[in-house]
């Protein structure tokens, strides 16, 4: 992982309303921080894990997804895959800034600017 | 010796305890930690916390729970939007998972457990001084540009759904209401009823929140939600194609852009077992209802995990336009959305 995605990366638990975030690497390592004891890397391996499973059936249904947002009561969980298959994890607390920032980090980790 | 360091507005913040005992023992060690630099205010109630907000701006508040005594949904509410935005953190003990969701719910920033140690303080110090460094960078995207107030109606009414959609842009602009699936009441700034609705629905920018219904001070709308959101479209596209032509359209609300949110391309309903209800110009109604279904089993393995309360919606944005699933008990929705040309 190059040095400057690592930055990008690092920055982004400290977001206000920032629950969690993780990102899995095309040969499935992954990398994550979590908010509190609900969140543990383990955990956040594991649901990118599980997202990762279901972007064949959302490819097979003829979508390409660019990012799916699952919103909750408590919280929206944000995947983004790029091409090269590395997915980010964001999972974010509702009415906070974090929620507001989710497209424009989106955008920022499927741009290609961030290697 | 007197402290001549300066203490910048976004270094005040405010603790809110009822336990006299540690909001000192808090305010002292984050007084302490952040060598002076931190100007720590402290309340024991509301009122206080109130009277506080009300005389300085503080840029973070620090709130602990020590349920049963503190609501915090109810606390964090009442400090409202009346007051310059702050950032907010929840400490609570026990941390128990429904404090947990009720503060984020309200809008927490952060929660974390009540710190019983000076290990503890220290670790919490430093997570709060990462909240109160962040700063937004410039280029904001708001969430109504990517999931389309159209769509939330839309659903709300298809679902039969009671609710208020409150719409923001850094300051509150105006509210809908949604009684059983019927658009009743819409207020944005002076203005009420159709003109309101459609003045809302015309923003791209800002965010919004759904919330539980509650009954509007008056009736002001009685037409069908399908007949307003067309409409709707109607005068997005007018604005539009008015705005290709270079003319200067005075819209009157700030922040609208003439970018339109998309076409409605296919909608589809089902129920939980997959029985086709209602199918509006969907090329392949098995392959939306498997896919429905499969997000539900989806969200079935991923909820107990989350702790983040039941799933609302799963929105696909794709380079074309987006689709938004919404798997519920009784029933299950598929819209997808085209981009404007």
Redesign the interface.
């Known amino acids: 992982m190059k040095a400057d995605f690592k930055t990008w990366f690092a920055r982004l ?5 920032m ?1 969690a975030c993780g990102v899995r690497q095309p040969n499935g390592k992954c990398i994550g921080y979590g ?4 969140y543990p890397a383990e ?1 956040i391996e ?2 990118l894990g ?1 997202f990762a499973g ?1 972007h064949e ?2 490819a097979a ?15 929206h ?1 944000r995947f983004v895959m790029r091409p090269d298959k590395r997915l980010l994890m964001l ?1 974010v ?12 980090i ?2 920022e980790f499927l741009a290609g600017t961030i290697k | 010796m007197p402290n001549t360091k300066k203490i910048q507005p976004d270094r005040r913040i405010l603790i809110v305890d009822d336990d006299h005992d540690d909001l000192a023992t808090a305010g002292e060690a984050f007084r302490e930690l952040s060598g002076e630099r931190w100007e720590v205010r402290l309340a024991t109630d509301v009122a206080e916390a109130l009277a506080v907000l009300q005389a300085n701006k503080v840029a973070l508040v620090v709130l602990a729970v020590n349920t049963p005594v503190l609501d915090v949904a109810l606390l964090l509410g009442s400090f409202g939007r009346q007051h310059p935005p702050f ?1 907010k953190a929840v400490l609570a003990h026990p ?1 128990t ?1 429904e404090v ?2 009720a503060s ?10 009540k710190p019983v140690s000076a290990e503890g303080l220290k670790s919490v110090f430093e997570k709060l001084c ?2 109160l ?2 700063t ?2 410039p ?5 109504l ?2 999931v389309g107030l159209a769509d939330i109606v839309q659903m709300e009414c298809l679902g039969r759904e009671s609710s208020v959609i409150e719409l923001f842009h850094e300051q509150p602009l105006g509210r809908i209401y949604i009684e059983d699936g019927l658009i009743i009441h819409a207020v944005c700034g002076e203005i009420s009823g159709e003109r309101a609705f459609q003045k809302l629905l015309a923003l791209t920018g800002g ?1 919004f ?1 759904l919330r539980d219904f509650e009954l509007p001070p008056e009736r002001t709308i009685n037409r069908t939600w399908e007949f307003l959101l067309g409409e709707a479209q109607r005068l997005r596209e007018l604005s539009g194609q008015r705005s290709k032509a270079g003319e200067n359209l005075a819209t009157g609300a700030k922040g609208v852009s003439s970018e339109p949110s998309g076409q409605a391309a296919e909608m589809l309903i089902c129920s939980a077992a997959g029985e086709v209800l209602y199918n509006w110009q969907s090329p ?1 109604p098995a ?2 209802v ?2 429905l279904r ?2 539900a089993r ?2 079935e ?3 107990p ?15 074309g336009g987006r ?1 938004i699933l919404q798997p519920r008990a009784d029933r299950m929705v598929f819209v997808r959305i085209t981009n404007p040309a």
């Not at chain 1, 908010?35 to 609900?38: E, L, S």
């Not at chain 1, 607390?93 to 989710?102: F, Y």
């Open positions: 638990p400290a977001m206000p309303g629950l908010d509190d004891r609900i955990k594991k649901l599980q279901l059936p959302l249904a003829e979508f390409s997804p660019r990012w799916t947002t699952w919103a909750f009561e408590y919280g969980l999972l607390s509702p009415d906070t800034e974090a929620v507001r920032e989710l497209d424009r989106a955008e | 950032k941390a998972d947990r969701a984020l719910a309200a809008g927490a920033d952060r929660f974390f457990e990462e909240l460094d962040w937004s960078p280029g904001l995207q708001g969430v540009r990517s965010t929140e392949a392959a939306r498997a896919l499969n997000v989806q969200a393995k991923l909820i995990d989350l702790q983040l309360g039941k799933l609302d919606r799963v929105e696909i944005q794709m380079a689709a």
